[in-house]
């Protein structure tokens, strides 16, 4: 079966770092994607990992490692516009190239 | 350039209805997925088409059914709605394999 784990929710304050941790249990592994998704919006796509190792855009950064089944997502100077759902999905050849979401980590930013 | 775009944006239907629900990819992209995301869960896939077969399927009844046509775009069908078909519905769509999927802003269903 296929399996993806991430904390429901986080807290964090402006200027901050927060990670995001993500693990997931599928065959076929083809990639992980994270995308941002505000209330009542559609996921916008951050980042995405095929290999292992950290990927690197501006505020935020990603990583993963193949042999454990994990990622993570790193904001860095964190925002109030940061609050939202950051989801976790990868890509599993059993189902095509279609997305397997996590259930999402709600990030609250306080000032 | 115009993102995904889907309609409605939102519709209000009763237990046993069915609802059809559009979807159109970015320009050049030849791959629509469909996905159901209820209130506080991740988007839950239910189909992928790829120059207009069926690529992929997720685990939803076969009320459910989808096709693509041949501008790639997309409708999304579901027969005899149950309350628990109340649900955001987003289209996605892809250009080249390994190119992240981008979403349209969903379609709200609510059933009574």
């Known amino acids: 079966g296929q399996n993806i784990d991430q904390p429901t929710e986080m807290t964090a304050t402006e200027g901050a770092i927060v990670q995001i941790n993500c693990t997931y249990q599928?065959?076929?592994?083809?990639?992980l994607f994270w995308y941002q998704q505000h209330a009542g919006e559609a996921p916008t796509f951050l980042s995405y990992?095929?290999?292992?190792g950290l990927e690197e855009k501006g505020r935020f950064s990603s990583f993963l490692s193949r042999s454990k089944g994990y990622s993570y997502l790193l904001l860095k100077e964190l925002q109030m516009k940061d609050s939202a759902s950051y989801l976790c999905?990868?890509?599993?050849?059993?189902?095509?190239?279609?997305?397997?979401f996590g259930k999402g980590t709600t990030l609250s930013v306080s000032s | 350039d115009a993102g995904v775009t889907q309609s409605p944006t939102h519709l209000i239907k009763t237990r046993g209805q069915h609802v059809t629900l559009r979807c159109s990819p970015i320009?050049?992209?030849?791959?629509v997925s469909w996905y159901q995301q209820v209130l506080g869960q991740g988007p839950q896939f239910i189909f992928q088409?790829?120059?207009?077969?069926?690529?992929g399927r997720g685990n939803f009844p076969d009320r459910f059914s989808a096709r693509q046509f041949p501008n790639y775009s997309s409708e999304l069908n579901v027969n005899a709605l149950l309350l628990g078909d109340s649900a955001l519905y987003l289209c996605?769509?892809?250009?080249?394999?390994?190119?992240?999927?981008?979403f349209g802003d969903g379609t709200r269903l609510s059933i009574l």
């Open positions: 088409y790829y120059e207009k077969e069926e690529r």
């Open positions: 320009s050049g992209h030849k791959s």
């Open positions: 999905a990868v890509i599993s050849n059993q189902a095509g190239t279609a997305l397997i």
């Open positions: 990992n095929v290999l292992d």
């Open positions: 996605a769509s892809r250009g080249p394999a390994g190119e992240p999927q981008h």
């Open positions: 599928t065959s076929g592994f083809n990639g």
